[in-house]
């Protein structure tokens, strides 16, 4: 017996930068569409609202995304301080 399968595959998206990482908006941008994805065939009202929340939760994970951020450039910090390398622990606090 012949069995066919067929799997359709996911859009691609590649992002280059150069001399540098991707911005803090990059990975938010990432989470929120992954999180919430708003079909277009919705019901307008239920677009708009729903567009709305996405927009919400951008901000709360961006905040919290950023603490993040923060956090671990602080442990940084400590770990160069305790190191004896308090010269990087600077141009860290200043980055």
Wanted: cysteine-free.
């Amino acid at each position: 017996m012949l069995e066919v399968s067929t799997a359709q595959s996911g859009k691609v998206n590649v992002v280059v930068t150069v001399n540098e990482g991707l911005p803090l908006d990059h990975w938010v941008g990432r989470a929120t569409d992954t999180i919430i994805n708003v079909g277009e065939e919705s019901h307008p009202l239920v677009k708009e609202q729903a567009k709305a929340f996405k927009a919400q939760v951008f901000h709360v994970i961006k905040h919290y995304m950023q603490e993040a951020v923060n956090s671990s450039k602080t442990n940084m910090i400590a770990e160069f301080e305790q190191g004896g390398y308090q010269d990087i622990a600077e141009i860290l606090r200043k980055i």
